[in-house]
């Protein structure tokens, strides 16, 4: 247990703090050193990749000592004397990707113009499902209302509650015929709507 801990700690210093802030320097160095700068890139195209492969395989977690074998691994890759980096990413990863490259610029562009459309479904339905769940609350709420008031509170309650299940109540409005049978259009439809959902 506490192992996992010391690991962990040793993990997000060596693995993440450490290689980041030598990537500031390398940015923040005047004139570039360009080949400092890919060298950062390749470490951390890599350290996304192991990501990326952990987040979808939980086979990693039942593994024995994968914690210390994943951290010796990052001191592997920006350690000055072995420049893993360059090494995995020249050796296994650049000729995967390079492999699969067109096929994955194509679907990363079908899901940016797709993206949109599934936001602006799933935002519609929600907000439907959302505003009919609101009403049915409410309507449960002035239906369990007490026949006669006791108090005063409860008269205004119960003077609330009227409003909500008719708001003309509240606003004394006063309606058009033309007005009137717009709104039965749409209360219809609503009701035809709740029907099928």
């Known amino acids: 247990m506490l192992s996992d801990l010391i690991t962990k700690l040793l993990l997000v210093f060596f693995g993440y703090a450490y290689p980041a802030f030598e990537c500031f320097k390398a940015v923040e160095n005047h004139p570039y050193n360009n080949q ?16 990326v492969v952990e987040r979808f395989g939980y086979f990693s977690s039942w593994l024995p000592m994968y914690g210390e074998a994943k951290l010796a691994f990052l001191v592997y890759l920006w350690f000055p004397k072995t420049k893993g980096s360059d090494v995995v990413y020249e050796v296994f990863l650049r000729p995967l990707v390079m492999q699969y490259e ?18 602006q479904f799933y935002l519609q339905n929600f907000t439907e499902k959302g505003h009919v ?30 409003a909500v299940r008719n708001p003309a109540i509240l606003f004394k409005l006063r309606l058009t015929a033309e007005e009137v049978e717009e709104d039965a259009v749409v209360a219809e439809s609503l009701k035809w709507r709740r029907r099928f959902l």
Not at 36 to 51: G, S
């Open 133 to 162: 769940l609101f009403l049915d609350c409410l309507r449960h709420m002035v239906s369990t209302r007490p026949l006669a008031p006791r108090t005063e509170t409860e008269g205004i309650l119960q003077q609330s509650a009227d």
């Open 102 to 119: 067109p096929d994955m610029e194509e679907r990363f562009r079908n899901l940016r113009a797709k993206s949109g459309e599934l936001l």
């Open 36 to 51: 400092q700068l890919r060298f950062w890139c390749h470490y951390w195209i890599i350290v996304t990749a192991i990501t």
